[in-house]
């Protein structure tokens, strides 16, 4: 039984999210479907694109991966799919799966990028506003009932990939930027652990500074301001049972530099 995942910028007030999973289940009722999230900021690629990739590998092989933000539906920005490794990833060519291509060159894991130029696997009139329900949607439950994806399109070698934020060396140590802001307020850098090089650091952010690093949120009083290594690798600076990002005014992009001691 095949899981397909759900990641789009559709919001949960107004049914459209649901409407996927409807399309999904009127073709391969035996799917099982999980939500990454609905939430990511309207017509806010990168923001899907990092939350795609935060998630997906904990998924088992042969999942899709449907998302769908996409500020260029109508246009002749191409609908398509990655098989990278064991998971497949259908949405538009926007740059949405750079972090997960980018990782799969890292890994050296197989590659194949179609090209959804067959309509036989679409819902009949395609609208110019919803290829979510109309394209994307019944591709994903035709991969997820075992359709091969090598009838389903055109191979392409040149998916669209963005520019994504990387931390900067420089005399002093890094210069790191803001690229999450989760719900709690904590503000994620791209800027990883082992960079450091377990050198002794402080950060500075919106001109404020953080000296060292502490092992969690509770080794410090509420309202402290201080830095960690968050779940995934990443320095994250944080407000100890607040937020960082209102407590600073911080913003995703802001320069957060990791200064050596």
């Not at 260029?72 to 098989?83: E, I, K, L, Q």
């Not at 500074?209 to 960690?228: D, H």
């Not at 320095?235 to 960082?244: D, K, L, T």
Request: charged share 20%.
């Amino acid at each position: 039984m095949t899981v397909i995942t759900l990641t789009t910028d559709f919001g949960l007030r107004d049914g459209f999210g649901g409407v996927l999973k409807g399309v999904i289940w009127s073709i391969c009722p035996e799917a099982r479907i999980a939500d990454i999230t609905h939430t990511i900021a309207p017509q806010n690629v990168l923001e899907g694109a990092l939350a795609l990739a935060r998630a997906a590998p904990f998924f088992p092989a042969g999942t899709v991966h449907l998302a769908v933000v996409d500020p260029g539906v109508g246009t002749r920005r191409r609908p398509m799919v990655a098989r990278l490794g064991g998971h497949y990833f259908v949405g538009p060519d926007n740059g949405l799966f750079t972090a997960m291509i980018e990782d799969a060159h890292r890994r050296e894991l197989a590659e194949e990028y179609i090209h959804l130029d067959k309509p036989e696997f679409w819902l009949p009139g395609v609208s110019q506003t919803f290829h979510g329900r109309d394209i994307f949607a019944p591709v994903s439950a035709h991969l997820a009932k075992g359709t091969a994806l090598s009838i389903m399109g055109t191979p392409m070698a040149d998916p669209v990939l963005l520019d994504l934020p990387r931390p900067e060396r420089t005399g002093t140590g890094w210069n790191s930027h803001a690229v999450i802001i989760d719900t709690f307020g904590n503000i994620t850098t791209d800027l990883r652990a082992e960079q450091l090089e377990g050198r002794a650091v402080s950060f500075s952010v919106r001109g404020r500074q953080v000296n060292g690093l502490v092992e969690s949120y509770g080794w410090r009083r509420p309202g402290e301001l201080v830095a960690l290594v968050d779940s995934e690798g990443f320095i994250e600076i944080a407000v100890v049972n607040g937020s960082a990002a209102q407590t600073l005014g911080a913003l995703v992009g802001d320069t957060i530099q990791a200064i050596y001691e």
